[in-house]
């Protein structure tokens, strides 16, 4: 690993175990065993390290969403890929937090926007088996807003001062979104 690698994985550390607000120069050149000068003349700035880390966080979540096994039907692929979202959340809360504040702060961070393009190809292939009711943009939205709603319960249970969202919990959010998502036939209905 070079220097410039050992700095991002220290940095993506430091995020996951203290969170941005606690993020310090300091705290990563000691991880990675570097001097401050060494840091900035790599990144230039703590900024310019953590725009990094945020990029390789993002760059890793897109990695592990291209790597999962999908399934053939759209739907259950859309519900993987909004529960691989939530996994990734639940296991590195802090550093998700900071992921989605840089993209709150008006950040562009290529591996983001193809994370959120795979998005749309996966309800856009429930478009295409004449599945889909709303528009695909708007059940994109809708699936993004709710995976974020559940991960967002991750990265707050120590604030709310709670135990992480229960299984049970985290599917209603998912089967509401579903729900909105998707064309579905009253049962016992015949024509």
């Known amino acids: 690993m070079d220097t410039r690698d050992t700095l991002v994985a220290a940095?993506?550390?430091?995020?996951?175990?203290?969170?941005?607000?606690?993020?310090?120069?300091?705290?990563?050149?000691?991880?990675?065993?570097?001097?401050?000068?060494?840091l900035y003349h790599h990144y230039g700035s703590a900024d310019g390290l953590l725009s990094a880390a945020i990029a390789?966080?993002?760059?890793?979540?897109?990695?592990?969403?291209?790597?999962?096994?999908?399934?053939?039907?759209?739907?259950?692929?859309?519900?993987?890929?909004?529960?691989?979202?939530?996994?990734?959340?639940?296991?590195?809360?802090?550093?998700y937090a900071a992921m989605m504040s840089r993209i709150l702060?008006?950040?562009?961070?290529?591996?983001?926007?193809?994370?959120?393009?795979?998005?749309?190809?996966?309800?856009?292939?429930?478009?295409?088996?004449?599945?889909l009711a709303p528009s695909v943009e708007e059940a994109a939205?809708?699936?993004?807003?709710?995976?974020?709603?559940?991960?967002?319960l991750h990265v707050t249970a120590r604030l709310r001062k709670t135990a992480p969202p229960t299984s049970a919990v985290l599917e209603q959010i998912r089967e509401g979104a579903m729900r909105s998502i998707?064309?579905?036939e009253p049962k016992g209905r015949t024509q």
């Open 56 to 95: 390789e966080a993002f760059a890793q979540f897109l990695e592990s969403k291209r790597a999962a096994v999908q399934s053939a039907d759209p739907v259950t692929a859309l519900c993987e890929g909004w529960d691989d979202c939530v996994h990734f959340a639940a296991a590195r809360p802090r550093l």
């Open 105 to 131: 702060g008006g950040a562009e961070i290529p591996a983001a926007a193809q994370a959120f393009a795979l998005l749309i190809e996966r309800v856009a292939a429930i478009a295409t088996e004449g599945r």
């Open 182 to 184: 998707l064309k579905y």
């Open 141 to 152: 939205d809708l699936a993004w807003a709710s995976a974020n709603a559940a991960s967002l």
């Open 11 to 38: 940095a993506l550390k430091v995020l996951e175990d203290e969170g941005e607000a606690q993020f310090s120069t300091r705290r990563v050149c000691a991880i990675a065993n570097v001097t401050a000068p060494t």
